[in-house]
């Protein structure tokens, strides 16, 4: 024990880093971005962006395609490096965090990408264990039961965790997907274009489905979509990459937004067959 004394600074720190971020998660501002840039080869694709994701909402996140949402998406849960700005989750700094730090923070969210891939070579039930594996250290018999209950969660049938992804129809990979994102019981949860490439009916199913999982277990949800039903059905404000920034507000407001790009996507003759008169 005689080394100890050595090691209080760095005990402390992690102590007042584990209160900073209990406090953090109290707040009602969960993610906030500041300022944000990004670019790629000397074209920019964010410029000084702010955004702020409230506590408990379902936040949509649009824009045109190669606007940026992915890479916003990245941005906040670390895989992509800005060029400048400051992008804070549950009060703490990602942006140049220390990677021991960023494991701390990656434990109380869940992702579904947009390319959304199960790993084949895994069964299902495998797929979702794979982030206990990598963060927990539970026995296996307990990791089969919570992956049964992640499926119950997401509505699919027992059976499908011992079957392979190749097994699934695209709605059940999606929802494999976001069992595997809700393995650690995230409190914040990023989906990349969850609903894409679904018939309508399975997308509406899959919208309920979001909604219903934030609304049981309080979720934090940042939604990137093209799918207006979905916007209308599973968010509660949009935020629009437009322009390089974001604009932010509820249906209602953007529908009086005059912005061109907005204005063509609330109200043109998609927006109008999915809002009706609202
Ligand atoms: N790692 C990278 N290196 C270089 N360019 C990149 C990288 N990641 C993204 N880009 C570019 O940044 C731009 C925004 O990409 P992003 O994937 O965020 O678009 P998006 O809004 O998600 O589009 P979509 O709706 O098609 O998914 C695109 O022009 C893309 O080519
Ligand atoms: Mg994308």
């Known amino acids: 024990m005689s080394g ?4 209080k600074p760095a005990v402390r720190s992690r102590a007042e880093k584990d209160a900073s971020l209990r406090a953090g998660k109290k707040e009602d501002i969960v993610i906030k971005v500041r300022g944000l840039v990004n ?38 849960i670390g895989l992509n490096q800005p060029l400048e700005g ?18 701390g923070l990656q434990l109380h969210w869940g992702v579904l990408f947009q390319e959304g891939a199960l790993f084949s070579s895994m069964t299902v039930a495998q ?9 927990t250290h539970m026995p296996q018999h307990l990791m089969d039961e919570l992956a049964a209950m992640k499926l119950s969660l997401v509505g699919l049938p027992e059976d499908t965790a011992r079957k392979y992804p190749s097994e699934l129809s695209g709605g059940m990979k999606k929802r494999a997907g976001l069992a595997r994102a809700l393995s650690l019981d995230p409190e914040l949860l990023f989906l990349d274009e969850p ?50 920034k974001i604009t932010v507000g509820t249906i209602k407001e953007l529908l009086r937004d005059d912005d061109p790009w907005i204005h063509e996507y609330f109200s043109g003759p998609r927006g109008h067959a999915a809002l009706g008169d609202m």
């Open 4 to 7: 100890m004394g050595k090691m």
């Open 39 to 76: 670019g790629f080869g000397g074209k920019i694709i964010h410029d000084h962006l702010d955004l702020d994701v409230r506590r408990g909402e379902v936040l949509g996140v649009v824009g045109g395609s190669g606007t940026g949402k992915s890479v916003l998406l990245r941005s906040i």
């Open 86 to 103: 400051s992008i804070k989750v549950f009060g703490q700094e990602t942006v140049g965090i220390a990677p021991e730090d960023m494991r």
């Open 127 to 135: 797929n979702i264990q794979v982030p206990m594996r990598r963060w």
């Open 195 to 244: 609903t894409a490439g679904l018939d309508p009916i399975s997308a509406a199913q899959f919208d309920q489905l979001i909604r219903d999982l934030q609304k049981s277990l309080g979720l934090t949800v940042f939604l990137v979509t093209h799918d207006i039903d979905t916007l209308r059905a599973a968010t509660d404000r949009i935020a629009v990459l437009v322009r390089k």
